[in-house]
């Protein structure tokens, strides 16, 4: 497993963008697949996207965000543009040594989760 910390979040009106930051600890991280989830408030929490040698995304956030990482940094980032209120909720890391899962039950390292909130 790795520890995750993300930061980055906030308050943005529709519209903005905001960019969020994973940083892992851990010599190995550039094989794992690392992922960004998100929950909103009375709902499960969902696939949002992931990366290792390829992205993938969920349809509703496809073309306004951008996950990317730099293995350097052991960091992941999720660029989030042309944000909408319905995007509002936590959003967490999270890493899985399984590679090109999607899964939420395969990811077994998390982040505490940072809160994005979009207002019209």
């Known amino acids: 497993q790795v520890q995750l910390v993300e930061s980055g979040g906030g308050l943005v009106q529709a519209g903005g963008s905001l960019r969020l930051s994973c940083a892992a600890s851990?010599?190995?991280?550039?094989?794992?697949?690392m992922g960004w989830f998100r929950q909103a408030p009375g709902k499960e929490r969902e696939f949002v996207a992931a990366?290792?040698?390829?992205?993938y995304y969920l349809d509703s956030v496809k073309g306004r965000f951008t996950i990317s990482r730099d293995n350097a940094k052991n960091t992941v980032y999720l660029q989030m543009n042309s944000l909408k209120p319905e995007d509002t909720a936590v959003y967490y890391c999270?890493?899985?040594?399984?590679?090109?899962?999607?899964?939420?039950?395969?990811?077994?390292?998390w982040g505490q989760g940072t809160q994005v909130t979009v207002y019209n």
């Open positions: 990366i290792n040698w390829k992205t």
């Open positions: 999270a890493a899985t040594p399984l590679v090109a899962s999607t899964r939420l039950a395969d990811f077994d390292s």
């Open positions: 851990g010599r190995t991280f550039s094989i794992y697949t």
